[in-house]
T-cell receptor, first 111, second 112 residues
Framework: DQQVKQNSPSLSVQEGRISILNCDYT??????FLWYKKYPAEGPTFLIS?????DKNEDGRFTVFLNKSAKHLSLHIVPSQPGDSAVYFC??????????FGTGTSLTVIP | NAGVTQTPKFQVLKTGQSMTLQCAQD?????MSWYRQDPGMGLRLIHY???????DQGEVPNGYNVSRSTTEDFPLRLLSAAPSQTSVYFC???????????FGDGTRLSIL
């Protein structure tokens, strides 16, 4: 059973607007969450992370929000740029040795 | 700085054949892992290693073997390839298990 879920397979946003990518998880033991970005024919690259002791982490145009009670995290990209067009994966771990990934959301930023 | 290098990039096998997917990293990372990516399934962990000589199973280990004789290398072996193992395979590494991982560019494997 999928412990990390990304229910939106795709998202299209106009350049300059905000992109919001969502992720839900079921395991309450998860305490560290990450977002990766993936271009075609390349491996995923780390984007931003958040620990369960925080509810927000910001890095430039990227902000991740964590709502532990809802078991939900989101990635905000502001402003969105055409180069942000990629597949975004969220991932989670419970301080063990395994990461669990979502199925990915394909973001298209329209110029 | 090569990072994580995977070879080959593409491979076609026949059912029942065996092969080894190679993974090497030059960052002196202790933690290495193998994932497979299938449509609609995201990345699923096959095997991982927390250091030389130590390996363990992930979510989907059946049909695969690994070994970790050096810090740098973490090969993944398919013992008897099956069509269900057609996938894109990614190797990743990090300094510690709970750190963001660096990924290779993947091996696209087709089994006929």
């Amino acid at each position: 059973d999928q412990q990390v879920k990304q229910n939106s397979p795709s998202l299209s946003v106009q350049e300059g607007r905000i992109s919001i990518l969502n992720c839900d998880y079921t395991n309450s033991m998860f305490d560290y969450f990450l977002w990766y970005k993936k271009y075609p024919a390349e491996g995923p690259t780390f984007l931003i992370s958040i620990s369960s002791i925080k509810d927000k982490n910001e890095d430039g145009r990227f902000t991740v929000f964590l709502n532990k009670s809802a078991k939900h995290l989101s990635l905000h990209i502001v402003p969105s740029q055409p180069g942000d067009s990629a597949v975004y994966f969220c991932a989670a771990t419970d301080a063990g040795n395994q990461f669990y990934f979502g199925t990915g959301t394909s973001l298209t930023v329209i110029p | 700085n090569a990072g994580v290098t995977q070879t080959p990039k593409f491979q076609v096998l026949k059912t029942g054949q065996s092969m080894t997917l190679q993974c090497a990293q030059d960052m002196n990372h202790e933690y290495m892992s193998w994932y497979r990516q299938d449509p609609g399934m995201g990345l699923r962990l096959i095997h991982y290693s927390v250091g030389a000589g130590i390996t363990d199973q992930g979510e989907v280990p059946n049909g695969y073997n690994v070994s970790r004789s050096t810090t740098e290398d973490f090969p993944l072996r398919l013992l008897s390839a099956a069509p269900s193992q057609t996938s894109v395979y990614f190797c990743a590494s990090s300094g510690q298990p709970n750190q963001p991982q660096h990924f290779g560019d993947g091996t696209r494997l087709s089994i006929l």
